[in-house]
């Protein structure tokens, strides 16, 4: 087994982030070792992900590094579960990733979603935000969306459930605002995109949305989410499980072709509603 294959996913996670950082300082490995008193091979060791850095010297490094607190908090997100923004945590691992395999039942993902169609969702799933912490959180999810989406960032691969068509989140207008977006970026090249027959049977995608990562230099992961939390693990076993369970979508859902021309029907019918509202 490779030495890749046995180190942690946190280990390996931070010290990309921690090689990252360096690299925007301008410092070398020798410079940081100096300064918290360590060997260079320990800092080669730590942002190759085969060994952790000790808690002690993380507010060491960040100031050192000029991170400004960012090292501490991936940090804090990767060690201290208790204490993980699991939206946050989850666009690092995306931003990061090569490949992206998402599976979604009942919405667009967060990647693909427009403004208003963000807005209602946030509305909806979290009723007791303020106007201002729903707008908020709005522009940050497109934020994300863009770092992701970017030029340079991963592949991604996405299988929805029709029922994201049949069951509207917001009006007919908006509805078809946020199936426009999702044409024109799978037309585009950018993303790939299947339909998943709302009927198709047996659907092994029933209990709920996940996301495999991949990487060339960090372990595969899992992210399985709810809109109140999610779980990330690289165990392979959960990987290749759900791998598995990502092939049988995509083997059973629709062509992207397909899909792209389904989307088009639902955005003229969406249309004529609006148009009629």
């Given at each position: 087994m ?9 280990d390996?996670r ?6 990252r950082?360096r690299?925007?300082?301008g ?8 300064h918290?008193s360590?060997?260079s ?8 992900g085969?060994r ?7 507010s ?5 590094l ?5 090292l501490i908090?991936?940090y ?6 208790e ?12 931003a990061?990733a090569d490949?992206i395999?998402?599976?979604h039942?009942s ?14 969702v946030?509305k909806s799933?979290?009723?007791?935000l303020?106007a201002?912490?729903?707008a ?5 999810r497109l934020?994300?969306?863009a770092v ?8 991604y691969?996405?299988v ?6 049949h069951?509207?989140?917001a ?12 044409i ?13 027959g709302w009927d198709?049977l ?17 372990p595969d ?11 990330t693990?690289?165990d392979p076993?959960s990987?290749?499980?759900?791998g598995v369970?990502?092939s049988?979508?995509q ?6 072709g397909?899909?792209v021309?389904?989307l088009?029907e639902?955005?003229?019918k969406?249309g004529r509603s609006a148009?009629?509202?």
């Amino acid at each position: 087994m490779e030495e890749s294959d046995e180190r942690k996913a946190p280990d390996v996670r931070f010290g990309q982030a921690l090689f990252r950082q360096r690299r925007r300082a301008g410092r070398t490995q020798e410079a940081l070792a100096g300064h918290i008193s360590c060997s260079s091979g320990h800092i080669s060791h730590v942002e190759n992900g085969r060994r952790p850095l000790s808690e002690a010297d993380v507010s060491k490094v960040d100031d050192f590094l000029g991170a400004g607190g960012r090292l501490i908090r991936v940090y804090g997100d990767l060690y201290e579960p208790e204490n993980v923004d699991w939206l946050g945590q989850l666009h690092e691992l995306q931003a990061e990733a090569d490949v992206i395999r998402e599976y979604h039942n009942s919405i667009f993902p967060g990647v693909v979603q427009r403004a208003g169609y963000a807005e209602a969702v946030f509305k909806s799933g979290s009723s007791w935000l303020s106007a201002e912490e729903v707008a908020d959180s709005v522009k940050l999810r497109l934020e994300r969306s863009a770092v992701v989406l970017g030029a340079g960032g991963p592949e991604y691969h996405v299988v929805m459930d029709d029922i994201v068509l049949h069951r509207p989140v917001a009006c007919p207008g908006i509805m078809k605002d946020q199936i426009d977006a999702t044409i024109e970026l799978a037309e585009s090249g950018r993303i790939m995109l299947q339909l998943h027959g709302w009927d198709q049977l047996p659907n092994p995608g029933l209990d709920g949305p996940y996301s495999i990562l991949m990487s060339a230099g960090a372990p595969d992961l899992v992210h399985v989410e709810s809109i109140y939390g999610g779980q990330t693990t690289d165990d392979p076993l959960s990987v290749r499980r759900f791998g598995v369970l990502f092939s049988r979508l995509q083997a059973n859902a629709r062509s992207p072709g397909s899909s792209v021309a389904l989307l088009k029907e639902w955005s003229e019918k969406y249309g004529r509603s609006a148009r009629s509202a």
